[in-house]
Structure formats: C-alpha cells, structure tokens
C-alpha cells in the first residue's frame, strides 16, 4: 500500500498493436505466467461484441447498456473503435489509486486521451508483419473477410505515444510471452516494492 500512502497512482500498463498480432494470446499467457503475483490485475474489459471464445474474456455488454454505462460514468475509461464499444471496470481507478499495477489490452488511437487520464500511463507494443496479421486473422475466423481488411488497413497507424519497448510476435509465441512478463514486470517493481 506504499503508493496509497504516498498518494502516487500504480502503473497503468496498456498492451497495443494492431489486430492479429497477439495482444490478447500474450495477455492470457502473462497473466497465467503472474498468478503469483495477485497484484498485478489484468483487467477483463467489456464489449459491444458476443463472448466469442477467443483468448480474450471479455464482458459481453449490448451497445444500448454500454451507452448508459458511459452516461452514467460506470466505465474508468471507454473508448470506440472497429464499430464496437470497449469500456474498463470503474474498479480499476481504486486499484491505481491503491498503488497497484494493471494491465489492459489498449487502443493505439485513444492512447493520448488516456495518458491525460491516467498520468502513470506506459505502453507495451507488439507487432508483426502484415501478411501474419492477415493469416491469423483469417484463421482467428472472428471477423468477416471486410472487417479484417479494414483492420489489416489500420495496422501501420503511428502511435501517439512512444512505447517503452516493442515486442516481436511474428515468430515463437514463448518468446514473445517471456518478453512481455519481464516488461510488465520492470514496469510494475516500482508500485509493489
Ligand atoms: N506467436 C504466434 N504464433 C502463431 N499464432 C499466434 C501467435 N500469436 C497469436 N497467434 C494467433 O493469432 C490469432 C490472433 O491472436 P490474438 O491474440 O487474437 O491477437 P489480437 O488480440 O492482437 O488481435 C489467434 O488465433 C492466435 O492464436
Ligand atoms: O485502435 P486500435 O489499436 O486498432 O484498437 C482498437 C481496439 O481493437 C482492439 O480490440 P479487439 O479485441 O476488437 O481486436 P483485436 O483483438 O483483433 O486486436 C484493441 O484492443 C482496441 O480496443
């Protein structure tokens, strides 16, 4: 509780990259890889999309629900892209403010409106070649074959704010964990110590 008691928010850590490059694969695989760490939350966000059995479980919200959620402030942040609606727990702002790291699968294009929202804000990319994404996309079978294309469109978008490190999943999926447990781990020491 160092961080309540110094009044310094806890690390805010947002995983981006563009869609099929494995941010929610690598996010299952950390969080198992940190089970003893109970601090460190992966936060489980809501979408305007039906439970589709992929590596993210997220909270499946209708878009009439997630509308009043925003309305009512009963999202710590909420962003839209793709069509759809992604909000993060109002329980997430106590964790921060307890001190405590979290991780979430972020949006490239909200990052900026973010860091003004959360100031302890640093950013994880990933990437991988275009023609992977486009493999694992079609593969994925979760979007449909102009959803992937819109997505495969957006995948060279600049950041707006400079990661602290890029992790390259184009190959082995091990090694691209690995990287992204001992980010989140340097990132998260300073709050937990
Ligand atoms: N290193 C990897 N090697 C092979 N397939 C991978 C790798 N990383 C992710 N995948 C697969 O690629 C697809 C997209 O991954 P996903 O985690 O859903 O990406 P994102 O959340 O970034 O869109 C999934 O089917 C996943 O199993
Ligand atoms: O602005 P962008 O960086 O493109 O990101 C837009 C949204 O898309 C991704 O989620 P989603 O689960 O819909 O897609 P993904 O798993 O294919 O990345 C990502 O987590 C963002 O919430």
Redesign the pocket.
């Known amino acids: 509780m160092q961080g309540a008691a110094s009044g310094r928010q806890g690390p805010l850590i947002a995983v981006v990259?563009?869609?099929?490059?494995?941010?929610?694969?690598?996010?299952?695989r950390a969080r198992a890889a940190l089970s003893d760490r109970p601090e460190v939350l992966f936060v489980r966000r809501s979408i305007t999309r039906p439970a589709s059995g992929?590596?993210?479980e997220h909270v499946p919200i209708t878009a009439e629900a997630f509308d009043e959620a925003e309305r009512s402030g009963r999202f710590a942040y909420c962003w839209r892209a793709h069509g759809l609606g992604y909000g993060l727990p109002a329980s997430l702002t106590g964790h921060l403010a307890a001190g405590r790291p979290a991780v979430i699968?972020g949006s490239r294009k909200v990052l900026a409106g973010m860091k003004e929202r959360f100031p302890t804000l640093s950013v994880i990319q990933?990437a991988?070649a275009p023609e992977?994404?486009a493999a694992?996309?079609a593969?994925?079978g979760?979007e449909s074959a102009d959803e992937i294309a819109a997505?495969i469109a957006r995948a060279e978008e600049p950041l707006p704010i400079a990661p602290i490190c890029v992790i390259d999943?184009?190959?082995?999926?091990d090694q691209?964990a690995e990287a992204l447990v001992a980010a989140i781990l340097e990132l998260a020491a300073p709050a937990s110590r």
Do not use: Q, Y
């Open positions: 990259g563009p869609s099929g490059v494995g941010k929610d694969t690598l996010l299952a992929d590596a993210e699968n990933i991988a992977v994404l694992r996309l593969a994925r979760r997505r999943n184009s190959g082995e999926l691209a």
